[in-house]
């Protein structure tokens, strides 16, 4: 049942920040935004699998035996990769949002929607990156939204019931995920590696900020 955020926190979903007022969730006995839990139901996320293999978490047999699913491993990175950190941000679930994407060598860039959401933006975030870079890529994202559809391959299924999910319902954010998918597909030389959020990770708080300034801008210009 949704509930009214009374303090600030991390959405266990989409890694987004939860701010005081914003609706909220629970799922698999954590807080999300309640956009964020209505979307993985729709895209087939399964919440108790909340962190990719890799991550200093849950042992695998405790999540085969929660999700009736093993982990898949992390996707291997292409020779000569090009790393590229994306993150989005959102001021309520829907409000005015913003994507960003940088590299360690400065190329970056950034933009946002006046009314919009975390997932959006999350995968705005990488769309805009790969469509920016050429060469390989390992795209570095702390939102499992996006990486687990690369890894756990969630576009195929997608794909072969004609962009309708196992719940039997239209993928949302297709108008999104269509020529990311594409692209990904088309080009062969592309990953998508995890990163918990709020980490420490230089390159991601980098990217956080980013996208947090072009939401912000969003809702000035609103």
């Not at 982990?71 to 409000?95: F, H, I, Q």
């Not at 929607?113 to 790969?130: D, F, G, H, W, Y």
């Not at 794909?159 to 239209?170: D, I, T, Y």
């Not at 594409?182 to 980098?206: P, Y």
Request: glycine letters at 10%; aromatic letters at 6%.
């Amino acid at each position: 049942m949704p509930m009214t955020a009374r303090y600030p926190t991390t959405c266990a979903q989409c890694s987004g920040r939860i701010m005081p007022g914003e609706e909220i969730s629970k799922a698999a006995s954590k807080w999300v935004h309640t956009g964020c839990a209505t979307a993985a139901s729709e895209n087939d996320s399964l919440l108790p699998d909340l962190e990719p293999a890799g991550a200093a978490a849950r042992p695998a047999t405790r999540t085969a035996r929660t999700t009736g699913k093993a982990r898949r491993p992390d996707m291997a990175a292409p020779e000569g990769a090009l790393e590229v950190w994306t993150d989005g941000a959102c001021s309520g679930n829907p409000g005015p949002g913003g994507w960003a994407w940088a590299t360690k060598d400065g190329r970056q860039d950034s933009g946002g929607e006046p009314k919009t959401t975390n997932q959006r933006m999350e995968v705005s975030a990488a769309l805009n990156a790969i469509l920016a870079l050429e060469g390989p890529l390992v795209v570095v994202s702390d939102s499992t939204y996006v990486v687990n559809c690369f890894r756990d391959e969630w576009w195929r299924g997608w794909l072969a019931r004609g962009w309708v999910n196992s719940q039997k319902k239209p993928v949302a954010n297709r108008d999104l995920w269509e020529p990311l998918i594409t692209a990904f597909k088309e080009r062969g030389d592309i990953s998508f590696r995890w990163v918990k959020g709020h980490s420490g990770d230089t390159m991601n708080d980098l990217v956080d900020r980013l996208a947090v300034e072009a939401g912000k801008n969003q809702s000035q210009q609103a």
